[in-house]
């Protein structure tokens, strides 16, 4: 099914259940409400974490994975995929079952391989079949720069993952580079074989928990509103930049993203 006759564009959601609420599924909803979508949200694993690292997680059963989204597939109208954690192979290639049958939906991969302090959710077996199995599906992929070097590991250089990153599927690639050692924030959107924009953004003190959520699911969010693919990666990097300007520390590790920053601001 298509977006045709829907009245608010819906986008089915991949990823893990966060019990923090800081990334996952519940940074995906917030950040696809912030662009007028409907969440269609698939659980793919079951996290123990909070706002300092991922303690346990438990991977759902493939066949769970790719049950729970055919059932809404038969049933609505889907805009857009959106990929985040997917913590085994067999959830890979549940995934990869379902963009093989709806190849007209543009999907948006946020490849988690890792959490925010650094604890690896995915061995190379899953990056493996990551790049085998998804990333020719891909319409935008969003690695930051530690994502972007497991994935192309043959690269010497972040220009070179992207140009193998191009190579191996995916239509856009942007490298995000909060975790590089530089004065502002440059992220760098690659296609058709070249770089074809850096984007400059003001280096926000502290670090966030859920912000590669918060970016690829915008993207995904202004892709099913009609934006085509550029001007949807920069309108949600503003976003994103904005929730995180707005962010909060409620708990004892990273601050979260203030995804409904807009409605304070709304209000006042």
């Known amino acids: 099914m298509t977006q045709q006759n829907s009245p608010v564009p819906v986008?089915?959601?991949?990823?893990?259940?966060?019990?923090?609420?800081?990334?996952?599924?519940?940074?995906?909803?917030?950040?696809?409400?912030?662009?007028?979508?409907?969440?269609?949200?698939?659980?793919?694993?079951?996290?123990?974490?909070?706002?300092?690292?991922?303690?346990?997680?438990?991977?759902?059963?493939?066949g769970l994975i790719a049950e729970q989204a055919r059932a809404v597939l038969e049933d609505m109208p889907i805009s857009?995929?959106?990929?985040?954690?997917?913590?085994?192979?067999?959830?890979?290639?549940?995934?990869?079952?379902i963009l093989r049958d709806y190849p007209e939906i543009p999907v948006v991969m946020d490849p988690v391989?890792?959490?925010?302090?650094?604890?690896?959710?995915?061995?190379?077996?899953?990056i493996e079949a990551m790049t085998v199995l998804l990333l020719p599906q891909t319409t935008v992929l969003?690695?930051?720069?530690?994502?972007?070097?497991?994935?192309?590991?043959?690269?010497?250089?972040l220009d070179a993952c992207a140009m193998a990153l191009l190579e191996k599927g995916s239509e856009f690639v942007l490298i995000t580079g909060t975790h590089e050692n530089t004065p502002h924030v440059e992220n760098r959107l690659y296609t058709n074989n070249r770089l074809l924009e850096t984007f400059s953004w003001?280096?926000?003190?502290?670090?966030?928990?859920g912000s590669g959520c918060t970016l690829a699911s915008s993207i995904a969010g202004l892709l099913a509103q009609g934006l085509e693919p550029f001007s949807a990666i920069h309108e949600a990097q503003e976003y994103t930049w904005q929730a995180l300007a707005a962010g909060y520390r409620i708990g004892m590790g990273q601050q979260l993203p203030n995804r409904l920053f807009w409605a304070r601001d709304e209000q006042e």
Do not use: W
Request: one cysteine or more.
């Open 11 to 62: 986008v089915m959601v991949f990823s893990g259940n966060d019990p923090s609420g800081g990334a996952g599924i519940q940074a995906d909803i917030e950040a696809l409400i912030s662009h007028g979508c409907h969440t269609t949200p698939v659980i793919t694993t079951l996290t123990i974490q909070d706002t300092q690292d991922v303690i346990g997680y438990t991977p759902l059963d493939g």
């Open 113 to 126: 391989l890792a959490s925010g302090s650094g604890t690896m959710l995915a061995d190379e077996d899953i």
């Open 142 to 157: 969003t690695p930051n720069s530690h994502e972007a070097r497991l994935l192309a590991p043959e690269a010497d250089t």
């Open 202 to 209: 003001d280096r926000l003190e502290g670090s966030f928990h």
């Open 80 to 97: 857009v995929f959106k990929l985040g954690l997917l913590p085994s192979t067999d959830a890979v290639e549940a995934v990869h079952s």
